[in-house]
Protein backbone atom coordinates (compact mmCIF):
# COMPACT_ATOMS: atom_id res chain seq x y z
CA UNK A 1 0.00 0.00 0.00
CA UNK A 2 3.19 2.69 0.74
CA UNK A 3 4.39 1.54 -2.09
CA UNK A 4 1.53 2.44 -4.20
CA UNK A 5 1.29 6.15 -2.36
CA UNK A 6 4.98 6.40 -3.10
CA UNK A 7 4.73 6.04 -6.45
CA UNK A 8 1.84 8.11 -7.24
CA UNK A 9 3.03 10.54 -5.62
CA UNK A 10 6.32 10.26 -7.38
CA UNK A 11 3.94 10.40 -11.03
CA UNK A 12 2.29 13.16 -9.86
CA UNK A 13 5.57 15.16 -8.95
CA UNK A 14 6.91 14.16 -12.24
CA UNK A 15 4.40 15.28 -14.29
CA UNK A 16 3.97 18.56 -12.23
CA UNK A 17 7.60 18.80 -12.90
CA UNK A 18 6.83 18.30 -17.00
CA UNK A 19 4.26 20.83 -16.93
CA UNK A 20 6.63 23.20 -15.14
CA UNK A 21 9.12 23.01 -17.69
CA UNK A 22 6.74 23.29 -20.72
CA UNK A 23 5.07 26.31 -19.04
CA UNK A 24 8.54 27.73 -18.71
CA UNK A 25 8.96 27.54 -22.60
CA UNK A 26 6.31 29.13 -23.25
CA UNK A 27 6.90 31.97 -20.75
CA UNK A 28 10.48 32.62 -21.87
CA UNK A 29 8.84 33.03 -25.87
CA UNK A 30 6.62 35.39 -24.28
CA UNK A 31 9.13 37.18 -23.12
CA UNK A 32 11.47 37.28 -25.46
CA UNK A 33 8.94 38.10 -27.96
CA UNK A 34 7.40 41.38 -25.94
CA UNK A 35 11.66 42.79 -25.67
CA UNK A 36 12.67 41.86 -29.41
CA UNK A 37 9.74 42.83 -31.41
CA UNK A 38 8.16 46.36 -31.43
CA UNK A 39 4.68 46.57 -29.77
CA UNK A 40 2.58 46.37 -33.01
CA UNK A 41 5.03 43.33 -34.48
CA UNK A 42 4.42 41.14 -31.46
CA UNK A 43 3.27 37.36 -32.70
CA UNK A 44 -0.42 36.69 -31.06
CA UNK A 45 -0.06 33.79 -28.89
CA UNK A 46 -3.34 32.19 -28.48
CA UNK A 47 -1.90 29.10 -26.58
CA UNK A 48 -0.35 31.45 -24.01
CA UNK A 49 -3.83 33.20 -23.80
CA UNK A 50 -5.26 30.51 -22.81
CA UNK A 51 -2.62 29.46 -20.13
CA UNK A 52 -2.74 32.98 -18.71
CA UNK A 53 -6.11 32.29 -17.21
CA UNK A 54 -5.03 29.29 -14.90
CA UNK A 55 -4.23 30.54 -11.53
CA UNK A 56 -0.50 27.91 -11.65
CA UNK A 57 0.60 29.29 -14.96
CA UNK A 58 0.24 33.20 -13.64
CA UNK A 59 1.78 32.25 -10.74
CA UNK A 60 5.06 30.98 -12.86
CA UNK A 61 4.59 33.48 -15.10
CA UNK A 62 5.04 36.50 -12.45
CA UNK A 63 8.30 34.04 -10.92
CA UNK A 64 9.84 34.34 -14.56
CA UNK A 65 8.73 38.18 -14.42
CA UNK A 66 10.45 39.53 -11.80
CA UNK A 67 13.58 37.10 -12.27
CA UNK A 68 13.96 38.56 -15.50
CA UNK A 69 13.17 42.23 -14.61
CA UNK A 70 17.12 41.99 -12.76
CA UNK A 71 18.55 41.35 -15.88
CA UNK A 72 17.53 43.82 -18.18
CA UNK A 73 17.34 47.58 -18.02
CA UNK A 74 15.59 50.53 -19.99
CA UNK A 75 13.22 49.76 -22.57
CA UNK A 76 13.53 45.97 -21.74
CA UNK A 77 13.09 46.09 -18.85
CA UNK A 78 9.67 48.93 -19.02
CA UNK A 79 8.03 45.82 -20.94
CA UNK A 80 8.57 43.77 -18.63
CA UNK A 81 6.85 46.07 -16.38
CA UNK A 82 4.14 46.20 -19.39
CA UNK A 83 3.62 42.38 -19.13
CA UNK A 84 2.94 42.63 -15.17
CA UNK A 85 0.28 45.14 -16.27
CA UNK A 86 -0.93 44.01 -18.86
CA UNK A 87 -2.21 40.11 -17.17
CA UNK A 88 -3.33 41.95 -13.72
CA UNK A 89 -0.27 40.13 -12.46
CA UNK A 90 -0.51 42.42 -9.28
CA UNK A 91 -3.53 40.64 -7.75
CA UNK A 92 -1.53 37.32 -7.58
CA UNK A 93 1.23 38.91 -6.09
CA UNK A 94 -0.96 40.47 -3.44
CA UNK A 95 -2.62 37.18 -2.63
CA UNK A 96 0.34 36.13 -1.35
CA UNK A 97 0.57 38.82 1.49
CA UNK A 98 -2.83 37.23 2.84
CA UNK A 99 -1.09 33.88 3.40
CA UNK A 100 0.09 32.14 6.68
CA UNK A 101 3.27 30.89 5.31
CA UNK A 102 6.34 33.43 5.28
CA UNK A 103 8.25 32.45 2.29
CA UNK A 104 4.79 33.22 0.34
CA UNK A 105 4.24 36.50 2.22
CA UNK A 106 7.82 37.28 1.41
CA UNK A 107 7.96 36.47 -2.29
CA UNK A 108 4.75 38.59 -2.59
CA UNK A 109 6.67 41.39 -1.01
CA UNK A 110 9.53 40.85 -3.57
CA UNK A 111 7.09 40.87 -6.79
CA UNK A 112 5.60 43.93 -5.31
CA UNK A 113 8.55 45.67 -4.99
CA UNK A 114 10.28 44.33 -7.89
CA UNK A 115 7.82 45.20 -10.15
CA UNK A 116 7.16 49.12 -8.50
CA UNK A 117 3.40 48.46 -7.25
CA UNK A 118 3.59 51.77 -5.29
CA UNK A 119 -0.05 51.11 -3.84
CA UNK A 120 0.90 48.20 -2.12
CA UNK A 121 3.73 49.94 0.31
CA UNK A 122 0.57 51.00 2.83
CA UNK A 123 -0.11 46.89 3.40
CA UNK A 124 3.92 45.75 2.85
CA UNK A 125 4.28 48.44 6.07
CA UNK A 126 2.49 46.60 7.95
CA UNK A 127 4.76 43.21 7.59
CA UNK A 128 7.93 45.43 9.44
CA UNK A 129 7.43 44.36 12.32
CA UNK A 130 5.91 40.35 11.47
CA UNK A 131 8.01 37.60 13.43
CA UNK A 132 9.74 35.78 10.83
CA UNK A 133 12.94 37.37 9.36
CA UNK A 134 12.07 36.93 5.61
CA UNK A 135 9.13 38.69 6.09
CA UNK A 136 10.60 41.79 7.58
CA UNK A 137 13.60 41.38 5.69
CA UNK A 138 11.68 42.20 2.58
CA UNK A 139 9.30 44.47 3.89
CA UNK A 140 12.48 46.61 5.31
CA UNK A 141 14.08 46.22 1.55
CA UNK A 142 10.77 47.02 0.07
CA UNK A 143 10.40 50.70 1.94
CA UNK A 144 13.99 51.67 1.41
CA UNK A 145 13.32 50.32 -2.86
CA UNK A 146 10.36 52.62 -2.92
CA UNK A 147 10.79 55.59 -0.14
CA UNK A 148 14.67 56.12 -0.44
CA UNK A 149 16.23 57.71 2.77
CA UNK A 150 12.33 57.96 3.90
CA UNK A 151 11.76 54.62 4.20
CA UNK A 152 14.53 53.72 6.88
CA UNK A 153 11.99 55.15 9.69
CA UNK A 154 12.21 51.80 10.83
CA UNK A 155 15.26 52.22 12.20
CA UNK A 156 14.53 54.14 14.79
CA UNK A 157 13.53 51.54 16.96
CA UNK A 158 15.12 48.10 15.40
CA UNK A 159 16.18 45.81 17.75
CA UNK A 160 16.87 42.78 15.31
CA UNK A 161 20.60 42.83 13.86
CA UNK A 162 21.19 43.97 10.19
CA UNK A 163 23.17 41.28 7.97
CA UNK A 164 25.86 42.16 6.02
CA UNK A 165 23.79 41.73 2.94
CA UNK A 166 20.55 43.64 4.24
CA UNK A 167 23.01 46.80 4.86
CA UNK A 168 24.11 46.36 1.10
CA UNK A 169 20.81 46.00 -0.12
CA UNK A 170 19.85 49.56 1.59
CA UNK A 171 22.92 51.16 0.53
CA UNK A 172 22.52 50.28 -3.18
CA UNK A 173 18.91 51.61 -3.00
CA UNK A 174 19.42 54.98 -1.56
CA UNK A 175 21.00 57.29 -4.27
CA UNK A 176 20.37 60.88 -2.25
CA UNK A 177 19.65 61.88 0.77
CA UNK A 178 16.92 64.72 1.99
CA UNK A 179 17.49 68.05 3.21
CA UNK A 180 16.71 66.96 6.58
CA UNK A 181 18.49 63.66 6.91
CA UNK A 182 20.39 64.79 9.48
CA UNK A 183 17.82 64.19 12.38
CA UNK A 184 17.76 60.71 11.57
CA UNK A 185 21.60 60.06 10.85
CA UNK A 186 22.68 61.68 14.11
CA UNK A 187 19.48 59.52 16.01
CA UNK A 188 20.89 56.49 14.62
CA UNK A 189 24.53 56.75 15.68
CA UNK A 190 23.29 56.87 18.97
CA UNK A 191 21.03 53.14 18.57
CA UNK A 192 21.93 50.79 20.98
CA UNK A 193 21.88 48.51 18.10
CA UNK A 194 25.33 48.45 17.24
CA UNK A 195 23.99 46.89 13.63
CA UNK A 196 22.57 50.43 12.60
CA UNK A 197 25.28 52.35 14.13
CA UNK A 198 27.07 50.84 11.25
CA UNK A 199 24.77 50.91 8.61
CA UNK A 200 24.28 54.54 9.29
CA UNK A 201 28.52 54.81 9.49
CA UNK A 202 28.58 53.61 5.72
CA UNK A 203 25.89 56.07 4.72
CA UNK A 204 28.23 58.55 6.16
CA UNK A 205 31.05 57.90 4.20
CA UNK A 206 28.96 57.14 0.88
CA UNK A 207 27.33 60.41 1.14
CA UNK A 208 30.75 62.06 2.91
CA UNK A 209 28.65 63.48 5.47
CA UNK A 210 31.07 65.86 7.10
CA UNK A 211 28.89 67.69 9.64
CA UNK A 212 28.89 63.84 10.89
CA UNK A 213 32.51 63.65 11.81
CA UNK A 214 32.26 65.02 15.66
CA UNK A 215 29.41 62.48 16.47
CA UNK A 216 31.74 59.35 14.57
CA UNK A 217 34.51 60.53 17.08
CA UNK A 218 32.20 59.76 19.69
CA UNK A 219 31.70 56.26 18.77
CA UNK A 220 35.60 55.53 19.64
CA UNK A 221 34.49 55.69 23.41
CA UNK A 222 31.68 53.20 23.28
CA UNK A 223 31.63 49.82 23.84
CA UNK A 224 31.88 47.67 20.52
CA UNK A 225 34.76 47.30 19.16
CA UNK A 226 33.43 46.29 16.13
CA UNK A 227 31.62 49.99 16.03
CA UNK A 228 34.76 51.53 16.69
CA UNK A 229 36.81 50.10 14.13
CA UNK A 230 34.00 51.28 11.61
CA UNK A 231 34.30 54.74 12.85
CA UNK A 232 38.09 54.85 12.81
CA UNK A 233 37.44 53.52 8.64
CA UNK A 234 34.44 56.67 8.72
CA UNK A 235 37.02 58.68 10.20
CA UNK A 236 39.55 58.48 7.62
CA UNK A 237 37.21 58.59 4.66
CA UNK A 238 35.78 61.65 5.43
CA UNK A 239 39.91 63.61 5.27
CA UNK A 240 39.92 65.68 7.81
CA UNK A 241 43.64 67.02 7.59
CA UNK A 242 43.35 66.33 12.03
CA UNK A 243 42.35 62.51 11.99
CA UNK A 244 45.62 61.33 12.40
CA UNK A 245 46.57 63.11 15.08
CA UNK A 246 43.43 63.11 16.48
CA UNK A 247 43.83 58.79 16.17
CA UNK A 248 47.78 58.86 17.69
CA UNK A 249 46.43 60.91 20.94
CA UNK A 250 43.89 57.79 21.19
CA UNK A 251 45.69 55.09 20.05
CA UNK A 252 46.93 53.61 23.66
CA UNK A 253 43.00 53.88 24.78
CA UNK A 254 41.95 51.70 22.19
CA UNK A 255 41.95 47.64 22.72
CA UNK A 256 44.19 45.84 19.96
CA UNK A 257 41.74 45.28 17.17
CA UNK A 258 41.13 49.35 16.61
CA UNK A 259 44.56 49.61 17.02
CA UNK A 260 45.46 47.52 13.81
CA UNK A 261 42.57 49.85 12.15
CA UNK A 262 44.32 52.73 13.63
CA UNK A 263 47.75 51.94 12.13
CA UNK A 264 45.98 50.73 8.41
CA UNK A 265 44.45 54.25 8.70
CA UNK A 266 48.05 55.71 9.12
CA UNK A 267 49.24 53.69 6.36
CA UNK A 268 47.22 55.43 4.24
CA UNK A 269 47.26 58.73 4.99
CA UNK A 270 50.88 59.62 4.09
CA UNK A 271 50.76 61.85 7.11
CA UNK A 272 54.16 61.99 8.82
CA UNK A 273 53.02 62.64 12.52
CA UNK A 274 52.47 59.00 13.63
CA UNK A 275 56.17 57.82 12.60
CA UNK A 276 57.56 57.70 16.05
CA UNK A 277 54.41 55.94 17.80
CA UNK A 278 54.52 53.54 14.45
CA UNK A 279 58.10 52.72 15.73
CA UNK A 280 57.53 52.30 19.23
CA UNK A 281 55.46 49.79 18.20
CA UNK A 282 57.35 47.52 16.44
CA UNK A 283 59.80 47.79 19.01
CA UNK A 284 57.41 46.96 21.52
CA UNK A 285 55.88 43.69 23.24
CA UNK A 286 52.52 44.00 21.80
CA UNK A 287 50.98 41.25 19.61
CA UNK A 288 52.52 40.55 15.95
CA UNK A 289 49.21 41.48 13.82
CA UNK A 290 50.60 44.91 15.19
CA UNK A 291 53.65 44.94 14.71
CA UNK A 292 53.40 43.70 10.93
CA UNK A 293 51.00 46.11 10.20
CA UNK A 294 53.32 49.26 12.17
CA UNK A 295 56.00 47.86 9.79
CA UNK A 296 54.06 48.27 6.76
CA UNK A 297 52.86 51.30 7.60
CA UNK A 298 56.59 52.62 7.66
CA UNK A 299 57.24 51.59 4.67
CA UNK A 300 54.43 53.34 2.80
CA UNK A 301 55.63 56.00 5.07
CA UNK A 302 58.68 55.93 3.15
CA UNK A 303 60.60 54.47 6.08
CA UNK A 304 61.92 51.65 4.17
CA UNK A 305 65.70 52.02 4.87
CA UNK A 306 64.54 52.76 9.15
CA UNK A 307 63.29 48.84 8.34
CA UNK A 308 66.26 47.43 6.63
CA UNK A 309 68.52 48.69 9.01
CA UNK A 310 66.67 47.47 12.22
CA UNK A 311 66.51 43.98 10.37
CA UNK A 312 70.16 44.35 9.91
CA UNK A 313 71.08 44.48 13.93
CA UNK A 314 72.66 41.82 16.03
CA UNK A 315 70.17 42.10 18.97
CA UNK A 316 66.93 42.13 17.01
CA UNK A 317 64.61 39.30 17.85
CA UNK A 318 64.08 36.92 15.10
CA UNK A 319 60.36 37.55 15.03
CA UNK A 320 61.26 41.05 14.26
CA UNK A 321 63.29 40.29 11.91
CA UNK A 322 60.60 37.94 9.92
CA UNK A 323 58.30 41.04 10.65
CA UNK A 324 59.87 43.30 8.19
CA UNK A 325 61.78 40.85 6.23
CA UNK A 326 57.41 40.05 5.19
CA UNK A 327 56.64 43.66 4.83
CA UNK A 328 59.62 44.53 2.60
CA UNK A 329 58.93 40.87 0.73
CA UNK A 330 55.17 42.51 0.29
CA UNK A 331 56.23 45.56 -1.00
CA UNK A 332 58.83 43.90 -3.53
CA UNK A 333 61.50 45.03 -1.73
Same mark, same amino acid.
Given at each position: ????????????? =??????????????????????????????????????? @???????????????????????????????????????????????????????????????????????????????????????? =???????????????????????????????????????????????????????? @????????????????????????????????????????????????????????????? @???????????????????????????? @????????????????????????????????????????????????
Amino acid at each position: MLATIVLIYNIIE =YNRSVRRAGWSEVINKKISDVIVYADDEVPEDIYFKALA @VNAAFRNLFLEKLVDSEKKFSGVAKNKITDLFTEYDLRKEAMKKLNQKKAYLIARGIRELTVMQVQDAIPKIEQYLSHPSPQVYHEAQ =YAMVRFKGFEGLHFLDNFPTRISEWQQLRFLLSISSLPADSEVGISRWLESTNDTV @VIFTLKLIKKFQLLYAYPNVIRLLNTTSNEVRVKAVQTLMSLENPETVQYLSGIYYDQPDE @VRIEIIRVMKMSKDQCCIDLLKKELLKD @VPSGIKVNAAQALYELGHGDYLVELAGKEDMSEELVQIIKYALQEKGC
